[in-house]
Structure formats: C-alpha cells, structure tokens
C-alpha cells in the first residue's frame, strides 16, 4: 500500500500540535527573557563566554547533554518510550548528537560569514531560508531519517539498503522534512535573533525538546 508522505508529514504535526506549540512558546519566552529578566541574561553571557573560551567543543558538549543525554535518559524512565536496547541506544545517541553539535555550530558560523550577525528581518529571514530549505532540506534531515531507519534496523546493513531504492528521500525524508519545518520556523527567528556565541546552544536546547517529540512520534508509529 503505497501512503502519500506528504500526508504522513502533516498527520504527524496535526497529531503534535500541542507539544509543539508548547515548545514554541518556551522559545519565544526564552528571548523575551533574555531581553526582560537581568538574571535569565547574566546566566546566558557567562555561556557565551564559556562559548568564546572552550570554542566548537563547547557547542558539542551542549547538544550532547541537551539531546544526547536528557532525551535517552527520560526514555528509559518511561516504559512506553523505553528502547529495545537501551545502551546500545544511549550510545548511538551521544555520538550522533555530539557530531549535529559541533555540524550546527559551524553552520552557525557560516550563516553569520554570509549574512553577517544583526537582527534585522531581512537577514533574519534569509538564514533561516538558508537553514530550512538547503542546510535542513539537503543534510541534517536526510542524515537524521537515514541513521535512525538504519537504528531502527538494528544497524544491518543488509536490511537497510533495500530501503534506498528509487524514491527514498520522497519515502523517509520527506515525512521528517515537513514536521520539522513546521516546528522550526518559528524556532529558528528565536535562535538567529539572540547573540552569536549562544545560538548553538538555544539551537541544543530547543532541539532536545525537538528529539523527545521524535521519540515519542517514533514510539507511537511504524
């Protein structure tokens, strides 16, 4: 039975539409709070610092613990979320999360080369084009569809490649591309408008709450 992806695609938004709208309103009371609250700002510049001390390390380390590490850790506390193989699993999760880290943060850095680093609608608008429909739309999501089917096969090379056949990204790709555009839109306006050194990191925080709804739709659906 042939299932359009576009439709998957948008049952999977209409069927989290709660968790993300919750998570785009902790987004949006994040920058509010970086602006309003004295304390919310002075905790974020000494990461910033610890940003322009310990470099791109700094920024795998955070997506790391905000998605390696929370998410699989919440996942094993739950049993309807729990893994098969929960080390296994654990360990997968470390690994790819630290390398997105370290990918997004030299994104980051490319984005501000290009377009500089102000706040301005303008170049507000085109990185997060940028980011969603080249950077998102040709790697990070292909990479993260691909390596979670390959997961979710155990890893067997043997069982995976027959899913590559013509069509594959319209298959596997596509469902994940249209949620995430859908949650990271907003998303993205909120991290490209705070100071550079701390856009990796709002990027980590949002995406651990991004992998936990992953988890859950993956969870819940074949």
């Known amino acids: 039975m042939q299932i359009n992806p576009w439709k998957i695609g948008l049952q999977s938004a209409r069927a ?16 509010v709070s970086f602006h309003f609250v004295p ?7 000494v990461v910033a610092d610890w940003q ?3 470099g791109i390390a700094f920024s795998g380390i955070s997506f790391l613990i905000f998605c390696g590490i929370i998410p699989p850790l919440i996942c ?10 929960p080390w296994k699993s654990f360990f997968f999760a470390i690994t790819f999360w630290s390398l997105m880290g370290i990918v997004v943060a030299l994104f980051y850095r490319l984005q501000n ?10 170049t507000l608008l085109a990185k997060v084009i940028v980011d969603q429909f080249v950077f998102s739309a040709f790697l990070t999501v292909p990479f993260l569809a691909l390596v979670h089917v390959w997961k979710e096969k155990n890893y067997r090379w043997s069982e995976f490649k027959p899913l590559l056949r013509k069509g594959w990204y319209k298959r596997l790709v596509l469902p994940t591309l249209i949620i995430n555009w859908i949650i990271w839109f907003p998303s993205l306006f909120v991290i ?4 550079t050194l701390l856009q990796p990191h709002i990027g980590g925080l949002i995406s651990g709450f991004w992998s936990l709804m992953c988890l859950q739709i993956a969870a819940r659906n074949q």
């Open 16 to 31: 989290n539409f709660v968790p993300g709208l919750i998570l785009q309103m902790a987004a949006g009371l994040l920058i």
């Open 39 to 45: 304390t919310v700002r002075a905790t974020l510049m």
């Open 52 to 54: 322009a001390r310990f």
């Open 76 to 85: 094993l506390l739950v049993p309807t979320l729990r893994p098969r193989a």
């Open 113 to 122: 080369f290009f377009f500089g680093d102000g706040h301005d609608l303008v």
């Open 192 to 195: 490209y408008s705070m100071p």
